[in-house]
């Protein structure tokens, strides 16, 4: 019976601390109407982000293993390729393995339609990881400028897991 009332009080209590007259606490200097700035057609065209672009020649196979000695590499590391070619990375053994470009040393005129040709990506250039034989991971280098795109595996870093892809 005891705590029947402690119930009844809390409730009571509650009701009154959440009741009571509705004060009007709008701040009428917040509500006045102020007049928006309105850009100029120059202003509002934001550069749209870029489209993936399709592979349109070649495809190229990278397999990423840890060999026999325990070293963990992507097989051949470094790959010279045209515009337009893709590469598909192949995870041989020694999982888990992804591919990742460090954002930072990526061309700024590169980057946007890198990271539109890199699908399903689980951080900024960075693939998912790939934890079985066979996975496979394929990036489209269409519409990329020519230069060197420097790559790595972000789990096997530290024990040299890395390659270059040169885009002529």
Known sequence: MRLHKLAILVIAATAAACGGEKKDTTDSAATATTPIPVASASESQ???????????????????????????RFDPADVTIKTGDGVK????????????FDPAQIPANAKAQLSANMQQQVSELSSP??????ETYTI?????????????CTPHLAMGMKGTITVQ
Request: no cysteine; hydrophobic share 40%; proline share 10%.
């Open 140 to 152: 489209s280098f269409g519409n990329m400028p020519p230069g060197k795109y420097e790559y790595h």
């Open 89 to 100: 990375f192949i995870m041989v053994s020694g999982g888990a393995h992804n591919v990742a």
């Open 46 to 72: 934001a550069t749209p982000p870029e489209a993936a672009s399709p592979i349109t020649g070649q495809t190229v196979e990278v397999k990423m293993l840890q060999d026999a000695q325990g070293n963990f």
């Open 129 to 134: 990881m790939m934890m079985n034989p066979n």
